[in-house]
C-alpha cells in the first residue's frame, strides 16, 4: 500500500487524530506501521512527531514497540531515537526480556546509541536474564556486538543461560550467537 490515493486518505486521517490518541496509542499505530511495511511518508513523519512529543508517557512496552517499528522500517530519527533512549534509561527497570530484546535490536539495526542507554539496558538484561528465551539471548548478544559494546558481566551472563537453554536454540539462534561472541572476543 505504498502511494496510492486510499494510502494517502488513511495517512490523512491518521494524522488528524493521532494528538487526540493516548500516549500507547501512537506506538501501537508505529508498531502496525512497521509490522504492516507501511511507508506512507506523511504518516511516518506524524508517527515520529507525535511519539517525539510524548515518549516520556510512554510505558517500557510502547517505548519498545515504538523504537522496533522504525527499525523495521529502516527509519532512523534521530531526535526520535535520542527521546526514545532518554525515556527507556528512565523505565528501564519495567523492561522484561522481550522488551530487552526488542528495544536493544531495535537500536543496533538503526546503528543508534547511547551510554545511559546501553548502560541502563545492559543492568535490566542481568537483572532477568534467567527470563530470556532464546531468541531475545541471541538479538541482545548480537545487538550488542552489532554496537561493538563489550560488557563482559552481560556476555557472561548470555552465555551461562544459553548453557542451560541449549535444547531450545534454532539454528538462527545459534547463528546469532556465534557471530555475536567471535565479534566481541
Known amino acids: 500500500m505504498k502511494n496510492s490515493a486510499a494510502s494517502a486518505s488513511l495517512a490523512s486521517h491518521l494524522i488528524q ?25 506523511s504518516a511516518l513523519k506524524a508517527a515520529s512527531s ?6 516520556a508517557e510512554f510505558e517500557a512496552r510502547a517505548l519498545g514497540n515504538l523504537a522496533w517499528s522504525f527499525a523495521k522500517l529502516q527509519v532512523a ?24 530484546g526488542n528495544m536493544i535490536w531495535a537500536f543496533a539495526t538503526l546503528h543508534y546509541q547511547t551510554g545511559l542507554f546501553v548502560e541502563a539496558i545492559s543492568k535490566q538484561a542481568l537483572c532477568i536474564q534467567a527470563d530470556f528465551r532464546p531468541q531475545e539471548l541471541a538479538n541482545t548478544a548480537w545487538s550488542f556486538a552489532t554496537l561493538a559494546v563489550l560488557d563482559l558481566p552481560l556476555a557472561d551472563a548470555i552465555a551461562e543461560t544459553c548453557l542451560r537453554k541449549m535444547s531450545e536454540f534454532v539454528p538462527q539462534d545459534f547463528s546469532n550467537l556465534a557471530w555475536a561472541f567471535a565479534t566481541l572476543r
Do not use: D, H
Open 17 to 41: 487524530r493521532l494528538q487526540k490518541l493516548t500516549p500507547q496509542q501512537p506506538a501501537t499505530i508505529a508498531w502496525k506501521l512497521g509490522t504492516s511495511r507501511y511507508e506512507e511518508a
Open 50 to 55: 507525535t511519539s517525539l512529543e510524548r515518549a
Open 77 to 100: 530519527n534521530e531526535p526520535l531515537l535520542a527521546a526514545i533512549a532518554a525515556s527507556a534509561v528512565c523505565k528501564s527497570a519495567e523492561f522484561n526480556a522481550q522488551g530487552i
